[in-house]
């Protein structure tokens, strides 16, 4: 990933899952909508995921309190099943997803162009809880 003057966040995580329900479970709509929020006072009601190159996403992320909403969407720029994601967000920001299988266990390291105006450990903590509610997720269904 190439980083001129950006700053690149990279969160990590082992789940204990093969590749394939790992790349099924990142990817299916039915599946995101189970797993991609921070914390438990947010969801996503929606996802829409054309994983190709090229292709689009957009998941709804929403307060349960009704407070909040908006679209996380982008288009992605290569996509190389059970290996790599890359996309570009709506905003511009880059981020790349890796996957690396082993067996019964699965890699995944994902990179991210920060944003202005929360503090790199705030976005970086709040991607980890996705990835770690990612984790528990997967290894549970």
Avoid at 65 to 86: L, N, P
């Amino acid at each position: 990933m190439n980083s001129t003057d950006k700053t690149i966040i990279t969160i990590e995580a082992t789940i204990n899952a093969p590749i394939e329900k790992v790349w099924t479970h990142w990817s299916a709509p039915e599946h995101i909508t189970q797993w991609n929020n921070a914390s438990d006072d947010w969801y996503t009601p929606s996802a829409a995921n054309d994983l190709r190159t090229g292709g689009k996403f957009s998941f709804r992320m929403a307060a349960r309190d009704g407070s909040a909403a908006f679209d996380f969407e982008g288009v992605y720029d290569k996509v190389r099943t059970h290996e790599k994601i890359a996309y570009t967000i709506g905003d511009g920001r880059k981020v790349e997803v890796l996957f690396s299988g082993n067996g019964q266990s699965t890699h995944v390291v994902e990179s991210f162009e920060a944003e202005h105006t929360h503090s790199i450990e705030m976005q970086r903590g709040g991607w980890q809880a996705i990835l770690d509610n990612f984790k528990k997720y997967v290894e549970s269904n």
